[in-house]
């Protein structure tokens, strides 16, 4: 009647390592011994309690010299647009879900 003990419990598993665990110096220097690739990368601005954060382009911000404005095409693009939208006897919203955007975005451009 020893199979009555209910109260046994037996794990087949181990539980997988939690990330702490993995970052552990005991971790590295075995996964060093093991050849195992290791990389090493620092989140940006992390631990930081800043509000503002600065943007990741502040570099290309830094070298650029001139102007910062978008490209826009002219007037005579739009107007080809236009027409070529009437031909076609298209609404704008028509063109827009054409085009797949939205109505306020198409009348943006």
């Given at each position: 009647?020893?199979?009555?003990?209910?109260?046994?419990v037996?794990?087949?598993?181990?539980?997988?390592?939690?990330?702490?665990?993995?970052?552990?110096?005991?971790?590295?220097?075995?996964?060093?011994?093991?050849?195992?690739?290791?990389?090493?990368?620092?989140?940006?601005?992390?631990?930081?309690?800043?509000?503002?954060?600065?943007?990741?382009?502040?570099?290309?911000?830094?070298k650029?010299?001139?102007?910062?404005?978008?490209?826009?095409?002219?007037?005579?693009v739009?107007?080809?647009?236009?027409?070529?939208?009437?031909?076609?006897?298209?609404t704008q919203?028509?063109?827009?879900?054409?085009?797949?955007?939205?109505?306020?975005?198409?009348?943006?451009?």
């Open positions: 009647m020893s199979e009555e003990d209910w109260d046994t037996t794990y087949l598993r181990k539980k997988p390592p939690k990330a702490s665990q993995l970052r552990s110096q005991q971790a590295i220097n075995a996964a060093q011994r093991q050849g195992l690739a290791i990389e090493t990368t620092k989140k940006f601005n992390a631990a930081t309690n800043k509000q503002h954060l600065t943007t990741l382009n502040t570099s290309k911000l830094d650029e010299t001139e102007q910062l404005h978008h490209e826009t095409v002219g007037l005579d739009g107007r080809l647009i236009q027409q070529g939208r009437q031909n076609k006897g298209l919203k028509d063109l827009a879900t054409v085009g797949n955007l939205s109505l306020k975005k198409l009348l943006l451009c």
